[in-house]
T-cell receptor, first 112, second 114 residues
Framework: GENVEQHPSTLSVQEGDSAVIKCTYS??????FPWYKQELGKRPQLIID?????GEKKDQRIAVTLNKTAKHFSLHITETQPEDSAVYFC???????????FGIGTKLQVIP | ETGVTQTPRHLVMGMTNKKSLKCEQH?????MYWYKQSAKKPLELMFV???????ENNSVPSRFSPECPNSSHLFLHLHTLQPEDSALYLC?????????????FGPGTRLTVL
C-alpha cells in the first residue's frame, strides 16, 4: 500500500519568514495530493491540492510543488503569520480509488 | 448546522461500557469515513462507506462496529474498548470515491477510555 512520509515533525519560524514542509510517497499510481491544516482543537481543513499532471500550484501565500519522478511534494508558505500556526498534513491518493494516506503531520509555530 | 457534524464532542467511557458516536453530513455527499487520530501518528482510516455500503474495513478490531443507515448518517458503535483506543475520532465525507474528491471532516469526538 501507499506510504507517506512527512518532514519535519515540528517547525518554528519567525513571523514573515517562509515555511517549507516536505512529503514523499511510495505508490507511483498516486495522482492526487491534498494538504490539510488542523488548528488546535479544530477539524482538518483542505487548504490546497495538486494533481499529478501539474508541477506547481499557488493560492496567495501558499504553494505546492510536485515532483512525480522523485515522488515528493512540498508545501510552501510565504510571509508567515501567527494564524498560520497549526498542524499541516500532506496526503496522497490515487489508483482511481478514494483511499487517502496521510503523513504524520507537521506542527508549525509562527513566532510573532 | 452545515457541513459535517459529530456528537458527542467528548466522551469518557469505561472498558465495559457500550457507547455510540454519531456523524451527520449536510453536503449531499455519497461517501463517508471514520478515521482515528492519535498523538504522533498519521490519521488512520478505519472504515469507508459509499451509498450506505461498506467498501473498506482497514483491519479494525471488532470492538468497533460501524453503521450507515443512509448516505447522510454514520455511526460508530463502541464496546469493550481498551485504554489504547483513546483518541480523536474523525468523521469525513466526500462526493464520491474518486481519488480527487475532497474529504470534508467533522470536528471529531475526543474519546477517553478508562
Amino acid at each position: 500500500g501507499e506510504n507517506v512520509e512527512q518532514h519535519p515533525s515540528t517547525l518554528s519560524v519567525q513571523e514573515g519568514d517562509s515555511a517549507v514542509i516536505k512529503c514523499t510517497y511510495s505508490d507511483s499510481a498516486s495522482n492526487y495530493f491534498p494538504w490539510y491544516k488542523q488548528e488546535l482543537g479544530k477539524r482538518p481543513q483542505l487548504i490546497i491540492d495538486i494533481r499529478s499532471n501539474v508541477g506547481e500550484k499557488k493560492d496567495q501565500r501558499i504553494a505546492v510543488t510536485l515532483n512525480k519522478t522523485a515522488k515528493h511534494f512540498s508545501l510552501h508558505i510565504t510571509e508567515t503569520q501567527p494564524e498560520d500556526s497549526a498542524v499541516y498534513f500532506c496526503a496522497a491518493s490515487g489508483g482511481g480509488y478514494q483511499k487517502v494516506t496521510f503523513g504524520i503531520g507537521t506542527k508549525l509555530q509562527v513566532i510573532p | 448546522e452545515t457541513g459535517v457534524t459529530q456528537t458527542p464532542r467528548h466522551l469518557v467511557m469505561g472498558m465495559t461500557n457500550k457507547k455510540s458516536l454519531k456523524c451527520e453530513q449536510h453536503l449531499g455527499h455519497n461517501a463517508m469515513y471514520w478515521y482515528k487520530q492519535s498523538a504522533k501518528k498519521p490519521l488512520e482510516l478505519m472504515f469507508v462507506y459509499n451509498f450506505k455500503e461498506q467498501t473498506e474495513n482497514n483491519s479494525v478490531p471488532s470492538r468497533f462496529s460501524p453503521e450507515c443507515p443512509n448516505s447522510s448518517h454514520l455511526f460508530l458503535h463502541l464496546h469493550t474498548l481498551q485504554p489504547e483506543d483513546s483518541a480523536l475520532y474523525l468523521c469525513a465525507s466526500s462526493q464520491g470515491l474518486a481519488a480527487t474528491d475532497t474529504q470534508y471532516f467533522g470536528p471529531g469526538t475526543r474519546l477517553t477510555v478508562l
